[in-house]
């Protein structure tokens, strides 16, 4: 299958944080249960991965794929009936990657307004036509919440990049 083209030089100018929100939402059913009674977790990460890939797409202008999955962190389960929203927004970019911010909600029949039920991180990295890594426009905060999430973002970024040392180290000398 091949990818739809992707410009040949797109614009590197920063692209406004708002531009990659996106937000989809479905209505979990039976389908989606485990023997509990609840939302698999795996259903609730691959709506995670969508809305991601969408935000991911959006600020780059292309196609992009997930790299990392950093973190995942469920706060409550999540019910058969139940409305689960994400929204996502890139945090952070790289040259060719970027970190991806998802906030899980459901609302819940009998109970008023949104439950937050889990956020998520992970790294997409837009690719060309041929599947090889591509440039991304950097990401521009509009706001303190914007400039403090691609903090936030260059933290996991580096905790991710030292963990990778460490192991690397410890491969390469054993555990003594």
Excluded at 20 to 41: E, K, P, Q, W
Excluded at 146 to 167: M, N, P
Aim: proline share 6%; glycine share 8%; aromatic share 4%.
């Amino acid at each position: 299958m091949a990818l739809d083209p992707v410009p040949e030089h797109p614009s590197l100018e920063p692209v406004p944080a708002s531009q990659s929100r996106a937000t989809l939402a479905r209505v979990m059913g039976v389908i989606d249960a485990n023997n509990y009674g609840n939302v698999h977790g795996g259903v609730i990460l691959r709506a995670v991965d969508e809305a991601g890939a969408v935000s991911a797409v959006k600020h780059s202008h292309g196609p992009a794929v997930t790299a990392l999955i950093d973190q995942m962190a469920f706060r409550e389960p999540v019910k058969l009936g139940d409305l689960l929203t994400t929204r996502a927004q890139v945090n952070w970019t790289g040259n060719t990657s970027m970190e991806v911010g998802v906030r899980i909600t459901v609302e819940r029949s009998g109970v008023e307004g949104e439950i937050h039920v889990g956020t998520a991180y992970l790294v997409y990295v837009a690719i060309d036509a041929d599947g090889e890594p591509r440039k991304v426009p950097p990401v521009r905060a509009e706001d303190d919440e914007d400039r403090r999430r691609f903090a936030e973002a260059e933290i996991r970024r580096a905790s991710r990049l030292g963990r990778r040392q460490a192991i690397e180290e410890l491969r390469r000398h054993g555990a003594e």
